[in-house]
Antibody, heavy 121, light 106 residues
Framework: EVQLVESGGVVVQPGGSLRLSCAASGFTFDDYAMHWVRQAPGKGLEWVSLISWDGGSTYYADSVKGRFTISRDNSKNSLYLQMNSLRAEDTALYYC??????????????WGQGTLVTVSS | SYELTQPPSVSVSPGQTASITCSGDKLGDKYACWYQQKPGQSPVLVIYQDSKRPSGIPERFSGSNSGNTATLTISGTQAMDEADYYCQAWDSSSLVFGTGTKVTVL
């Protein structure tokens, strides 16, 4: 059974930093691309970032480019999102999602339960 | 940037057919997929590659994609299908979600 468990969400002040983690199990982690998707309270889904199976390619939404960094550790079956220069508009539930292939262009076939990030003073 | 537009809401009676559209420039040239999200839950993939159903998704869910519009159809809609639905496609190495449609089963 595929499981994705996010952690690291907290309340942080504007301008602060945070690192989210996602622990994966139930599939061969290093065969698949991984994504972060966020959902602001009461709003729709917003794609944040993608990392290829080997970490060699990364892509970001314009709204986070230059502030967020996605990474993975295939030896630990883990995905990360380093979030810097946080803004109020980054407040959201952050989901970790598995891609259906090793790179971009795929669907998101499994999702975690999300971790809540609140940016507020 | 690429945009996918959905109607904010669709209402349907139990047992009837619900159709949810997703519009984007030349969307038919890309693969579209659909996610269902019930209140307080994570999204679930219900259609991928325009019209394929993942294992475990009921046959009443179907999809199509042509021209500028992708469509998710729910035949014989049940109360359990009441949820938000999001379309999704890729454009220039960016994943794009639609604006979302709330399906209400009256």
């Amino acid at each position: 059974e595929v499981q994705l468990v996010e952690s690291g969400g907290v309340v942080v002040q504007p301008g602060g930093s945070l690192r989210l983690s996602c622990a994966a199990s139930g599939f061969t982690f290093d065969d698949y691309a991984m994504h972060w998707v966020r959902q602001a309270p009461g709003k729709g889904l917003e794609w944040v970032s993608l990392i290829s199976w080997d970490g060699g390619s990364t892509y970001y939404a314009d709204s986070v480019k230059g502030r967020f960094t996605i990474s993975r550790d295939n030896s630990k079956n883990s995905l990360y999102l380093q979030m810097n220069s946080l803004r109020a508009e980054d407040t959201a539930l952050y989901y970790c999602a598995k891609g259906s292939t090793g790179s971009g262009g795929s669907t998101l076939d499994y999702w975690g339960q999300g971790t809540l990030v609140t940016v507020s003073s | 940037s690429y945009e996918l537009t959905q109607p904010p809401s669709v209402s349907v009676s139990p047992g009837q057919t619900a159709s949810i559209t997703c519009s984007g420039d030349k969307l038919g040239d890309k693969y579209a997929c659909w996610y269902q999200q019930k209140p307080g839950q994570s999204p679930v993939l219900v259609i991928y590659q325009d019209s394929k159903r993942p294992s475990g998704i009921p046959e009443r869910f179907s999809g199509s994609n042509s021209g500028n519009t992708a469509t998710l159809t729910i035949s014989g809609t049940q109360a359990m299908d009441e949820a938000d639905y999001y379309c999704q496609a890729w454009d220039s190495s960016s994943l794009v979600f639609g604006t979302g449609t709330k399906v209400t089963v009256l």
